[in-house]
């Protein structure tokens, strides 16, 4: 179903429609907010999270203001201030070390660890510009909305994300 339709049928009937909205924006904000704030766990958190504040949000909208909705910027919106709350909730928080057995298997394999350092590297902005642009597949207008921030200075983060990267990647070949 297409959002602007989704956006339609949620006017019309919140709980019959709601999950369908789960089920198709579910896996995008989760792979964005697991790139965002690099851990699996909180990913699925914040993912429900965001689901939880959308449904009691949309629950206080007239039918009217949910019809004309751009939905899926509007959860991006949600997702968004979460994870960049989240991560500075957890920066300001003691690290707490888990001891483990030796040799014990890490549940997340090597490649997603190595980008999550990269994408760790880069800036709020950019991250989320890249992720956003490039994990999620949102149009820059769509992550303008989402962010808040101007369309000309999306591109030049996502530009600037990505050189960075690149820049990452060539250091350590």
């Known amino acids: 179903m297409v959002m602007e339709d989704l956006a339609i049928a949620l006017a019309t ?12 924006m579910g896996s995008q ?17 914040l993912t429900q999270e965001t689901f939880i504040r959308a ?10 203001r949910i019809r004309e ?4 910027p509007w959860l991006w919106t949600i997702a968004m201030n979460l994870g960049r709350n989240h991560v500075r909730d957890r920066a ?13 298997d890490d549940p997340e394999p090597v490649d997603n660890a190595a980008w999550d350092k990269r994408l760790a590297a880069l800036s709020g902005p950019q991250r989320a510009a890249v992720v956003l642009r490039h994990v999620v597949g949102l149009s820059i207008a769509e992550i303008s909305e989402t962010t808040g921030r101007p369309e000309g200075t999306v591109k030049a983060d ?16």
Request: aromatic residues 8%; charged residues 30%; hydrophobic residues 35%.
């Open 55 to 64: 449904y009691r949000a949309l629950g206080g909208y007239d039918s009217a």
């Open 158 to 173: 996502v530009h600037r994300g990505l050189a960075r990267l690149r820049e990452t990647i060539e250091v350590e070949k």
């Open 29 to 45: 904000l989760f792979w964005g907010l697991r790139r965002i704030c690099g851990d699996h766990q909180e990913a699925e958190d």
């Open 92 to 104: 300001r928080r003691p690290t707490y070390v888990e001891l483990t057995e030796a040799g014990a």
């Open 13 to 24: 009937d919140l709980d019959g429609t709601f999950p369908t909205v789960v089920e198709t």
């Open 69 to 72: 909705m751009s939905l899926r």
